[in-house]
């Protein structure tokens, strides 16, 4: 993939893994972050080989001690708690790209599927995708590791 796709359908459809695609919600318990707990996330990309893929997290705050500059606030995108998969008002933190091997990811959906929580509407993920296609802070072999820029 070259770029963020202009027909999410297609792509989904022609090259993504099962179980998981781009614009999925997922929850579950998440070892490597301060405190370890269960974290809702979203799909956002995948390597060309669909080894990996990146997620972004969705927060119920904007921590400003870690967002404090105006470029990671920016990079918050606030989601309303109409969403299904939400309890409250919440926001997606598209500063940084989250990596997890696809393998892994579907061997937990596979045999928990209560794991993934939702889908995204195109319109939110849109926002989303284009956030982190014109980040300033997300290093650029990240963004074309996952198809947001050209390689």
Known sequence: ?????????????????????????????????????????IVVGFTDDKSELATVFINSNINEKVNWSIEHQNAQIKLPKDKPFLERKSYVDCSELK???????????????????????????DK???????SQIIKGKYLKKYGFKDK
């Open 1 to 41: 993939m070259s770029s963020v796709p202009n027909s999410l359908e297609a792509f989904n459809e022609s090259t993504s893994p099962p179980y998981i695609k781009i614009g999925t919600v997922l929850r579950l318990y998440v070892k490597d972050i301060t405190p370890p707990k269960p974290k809702r996330f």
């Open 99 to 125: 990596q997890w091997s696809v393998m892994y990811l579907e061997s937990k959906v596979k045999n928990n599927p209560e794991y993934i929580i939702g889908e995204l509407e195109k319109d939110d993920l």
């Open 128 to 134: 989303i995708l284009n956030n982190i296609k014109y």
